[in-house]
């Protein structure tokens, strides 16, 4: 009996230690649309559905997907990224995850956004192109000062002036680098744009997420991000990417102007 007991009692904590092991990870964020629920037996949800199960199969091979399904009051478009440095495989499980975590997050709002460092989705019953009025820019914050602000800032804008010039001639719309700020910090930031942009609509769209750093509570933090519908970036005091190769942007094409 004892030992009955005792075998149950291992194979539920087996079992259920597994079934722990299994739920993907809690979002790291995650914004509900304003823009009306569904109900729990409609056709959006059901839209829904459909597009959160194939998503992962349907990323191209820059890790990227948008869509819109169903029709009139019931379609439902979405977009997902994953980072540029991202393999495959990771971008997948990470894609995964989110279809499974967004909607306990946001389990009847029409409209969503979330994901984690390394992906992110976006859906609602609004055109892709139209999701601007529903998601602001999303700000993301560390929440250490970063020290010797000014030149901190000054330091950052040029690296991230000088991905603006490299993300828009890559395949992937990525790039990433570093520059040493004061202090001797080295100062780390990633660029990126849907990669379906041009060039010219990539370096736009850069430019103003730069432009919304005055409004993001990251400004003179030693971190932060900024996604907009179709392009973001990252900044950091420590290396959070994988160092990929970049092809130089072919001369003259796009012009920046740096001090
Ligand atoms: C999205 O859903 C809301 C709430 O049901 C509705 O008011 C709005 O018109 C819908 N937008 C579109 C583009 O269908
Ligand atoms: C949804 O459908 C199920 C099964 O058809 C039904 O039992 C349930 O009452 C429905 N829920 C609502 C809110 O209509
Ligand atoms: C994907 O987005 C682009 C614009 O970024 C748009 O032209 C295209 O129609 C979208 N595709 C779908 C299926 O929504
Ligand atoms: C900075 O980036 C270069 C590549 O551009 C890399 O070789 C170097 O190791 C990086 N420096 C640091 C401190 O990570």
């Given amino acids: 009996m004892a030992i009955q007991k005792w075998l149950?009692?291992?194979?539920?904590?087996?079992?259920?230690?597994?079934?722990?092991?299994?739920?993907?990870?809690?979002?790291?964020?995650?914004?509900?649309?304003?823009?009306?629920?569904?109900?729990?037996?409609?056709?959006?949800?059901?839209?829904?559905n459909?597009?959160?199960?194939?998503?992962?199969?349907?990323?191209?091979?820059?890790?990227?997907?948008?869509?819109?399904?169903?029709?009139?009051s019931d379609i439902v478009s979405v977009i997902v990224l994953c980072r540029g440095d991202l393999e495959m495989e990771k971008c997948r499980t990470c894609v995964n995850n989110i279809a499974q975590q967004i909607v306990k997050s946001c389990p009847k709002q029409k409209g969503a956004l979330g994901g984690y460092t390394e992906c992110i989705i976006k859906y609602s019953n609004q055109s892709i192109e139209d999701t601007?009025?529903?998601?602001?820019?999303?700000?993301?914050?560390?929440?250490?000062?970063?020290?010797?602000?000014?030149?901190f800032n000054r330091e950052l804008r040029k690296l991230l002036d000088s991905l603006r010039v490299v993300?828009?001639?890559?395949d992937r719309k990525y790039a990433s680098g570093n520059?040493?700020?004061?202090?001797?910090q080295t100062i780390y930031a990633l660029v990126q744009c849907n990669?379906?942009?041009?060039?010219?609509?990539?370096?736009?769209?850069l430019t103003e997420a730069y432009g919304?750093?005055?409004?993001?509570?990251?400004?003179?933090?030693?971190?932060g991000r900024i996604f907009t519908n179709r392009c973001n970036f990252r900044f950091e005091t420590y290396h959070f990417f994988r160092e990929m190769?970049?092809?130089?942007?072919?001369?003259?094409?796009?012009h920046y102007s740096s001090e």
């Fill in 179 to 184: 520059a040493t700020g004061p202090n001797f």
């Fill in 132 to 151: 601007q009025s529903i998601f602001s820019p999303y700000f993301y914050s560390s929440i250490k000062d970063a020290s010797g602000s000014d030149e």
């Fill in 8 to 48: 149950l009692f291992v194979f539920l904590h087996v079992h259920l230690h597994h079934l722990i092991l299994a739920q993907p990870p809690d979002l790291e964020f995650s914004e509900c649309g304003v823009n009306g629920d569904y109900t729990e037996n409609s056709t959006y949800k059901k839209n829904l």
């Fill in 50 to 72: 459909t597009l959160l199960t194939s998503l992962s199969s349907k990323l191209d091979r820059y890790g990227f997907y948008n869509a819109s399904i169903g029709q009139n």
């Fill in 167 to 170: 993300a828009p001639d890559d």
């Fill in 212 to 223: 919304d750093m005055s409004d993001c509570p990251c400004n003179g933090k030693k971190g």
């Fill in 195 to 205: 990669p379906d942009l041009s060039p010219e609509d990539c370096f736009d769209c």
């Fill in 245 to 254: 190769t970049f092809k130089a942007p072919p001369a003259g094409e796009l």
